[in-house]
């Protein structure tokens, strides 16, 4: 018997980078500008005090009684853009320590993007919990179309945007401001499918008409729900989970229990290396693919 610890690492970033991470912070570069946000993975004592490795231009300081706010040491532009490979995203700070990217994702997008293109195929994508559209931009900029549903339209609108800064606006791409639910349970209905779908659900949240959404409670029956969108020769699915009692293998096994018997699952940590030599966890994710 031998155990083996998956971890997917994209090492592509030339505009980010984790600089140091200590007592429950990472010290980050987004382009030209140093963050130093908290992350609840980072449980090991810092070398020496984050601020003395590379001063940051924000930092974002959690409350007590929840959430936080973000302490300025300069006036930061209300937004810049970082790119990887030739795409291009807006980021910016934002509530509950958020930036609008998650830069551990690029492994998922070289995934996406590989299938899509070994695929010689049309392939239409159904990008769930879209958020700032990393996986929309990834997947358009392969060839493939894609249908963008977030609750949020001030997310929407931010994927818009992301789409154009990487000259992609003229590809095939709807945008719908829907509860995910509600939105596949019509397609269903009106008998449209897709060849892919990308989830990246979060832990808890609130619909575009306050519906409640529970990752543990939800998932599984919402993903029974998805496989009912996908076409008779699906490509892929891929799930997402930053909720830390969901490890790789509860993904699997959702998958498993859930998408055709004909495909294959595997799941592992998403992670980002440091310049410390380590690497940080970033959540987790399942991978369906269709067996050829």
Known sequence: MFYLHCMKINTEWKDYEIIATGDGEKLERWKDVVLLRPDPQVIWHAAQPLGDVRKPDARYIRSSSGGGHWEFAKTLPDSWVVGWRDLRFNVRPMNFKHTGLFPEQAANWATMIDLIKSANRPVSVLNLFAYTGGATVACLSAGASVCHVDAAKNMVDTARENVALSHLADRPVRYIVDDCR???AREIRRGRRY???VLDPPSFGRGA???E???ERDIFDFLQLCSRVLSDDPLFVL??????????AV???????TM???GDVVAYEVCLPTDEGTVLPCGASGLYTAKE
Not at 251 to 257: A, I, M, S, V, W
């Open 182 to 184: 509600k939105f596949v």
């Open 195 to 197: 060849d892919a779908i």
């Open 209 to 211: 008409n306050g519906e």
């Open 213 to 215: 959404w529970k990752i």
């Open 239 to 248: 799930l997402n989970s930053y909720t830390t009692g969901l490890q790789p």
């Open 251 to 257: 993904l699997r096994n959702l998958l498993k229990l």
């Open 260 to 262: 055709p018997p004909q």
